[in-house]
């Protein structure tokens, strides 16, 4: 069983960047390591998704270094918008996902 | 796209009430799941469907029914609601499994008195 370990909260500032550590050191080879954002009253929503190295797209960047027990999501000059849950996901054995309580991250002006 | 759509948005039921929530999806996903939420916690998948007619449990099933008769609809029913099942339910779904990135609906916050 893949479990991810994140911290619970975190509290940045407006234009600073913002990483969220997850540990995962169960990953099996093939699985994906899957980032979802939630807001208050709102479902979540697919942020990012890598295997390896880094990825990056318009929203936020992934790092997962080689041995792949950990990756870090980096969101670039945060604003108050940001402040949300962030949820490191990976599959348990049945191939489905477990979202866990997330990181509560709060923007402060 | 609509994308996912849930209804009602709200509702409270009486102990021993039974409805059914809604959810619908135009993106012909293949898959679609139940979640329910409580507060400060994460999500907890209740059922889910691969498949028009294909149904399977999650990890909190009991107290619920769903059915999966179009590709498009994933009803959620409560056969007699209980205090323990106030919540917030999701409904997600994705194009070939879990592993797919999940869209989400905007949820329906159930009180059960």
């Known amino acids: 069983l893949a479990k991810t370990t994140q911290p619970i909260s975190m509290d940045s500032y407006e234009g600073q960047e913002v990483n969220i550590t997850c540990s995962h050191n169960n990953i099996a080879t093939n699985d994906y390591i899957t980032w979802y954002q939630q807001f208050p009253s709102q479902g979540p929503r697919f942020i990012i998704q890598g295997y390896k190295t880094k990825v990056t797209n318009e929203v936020a960047s992934l790092f997962i270094p080689a041995d792949r027990k950990s990756s870090t999501l980096s969101l670039p000059r945060v604003s108050l918008s940001d402040t949300a849950v962030y949820y490191c996901?990976?599959?348990?054995?049945?191939?489905?996902?477990?979202f866990g309580k997330g990181t509560r991250l709060h923007i402060l002006p | 796209n609509a994308g996912v759509t849930q209804t009602p948005k709200f509702q409270v039921l009486k102990t021993g009430q039974s409805m059914t929530l809604q959810c619908a999806q135009d993106m012909n996903h293949e898959y679609m799941s139940w979640y329910r939420q409580d507060p400060g916690m994460g999500l907890r998948l209740i059922h889910y469907?691969?498949?028009?007619?294909?149904?399977d449990q999650g990890e909190v099933p009991n107290g619920y029914n769903v059915s999966r008769s179009t590709t498009e609809d994933f009803p959620l029913r409560l056969l007699s609601a209980a205090p323990s099942q106030t919540s917030v339910y999701f409904c997600?779904?994705?194009?070939?499994?879990?592993?797919?990135?999940?869209?989400f609906g905007p949820g329906t916050r159930l009180t059960v008195l």
């Open positions: 996901l990976l599959p348990n054995r049945d191939d489905k996902i477990i």
């Open positions: 997600a779904s994705s194009l070939s499994g879990f592993r797919d990135e999940q869209f």
């Open positions: 469907s691969v498949g028009a007619g294909i149904t």
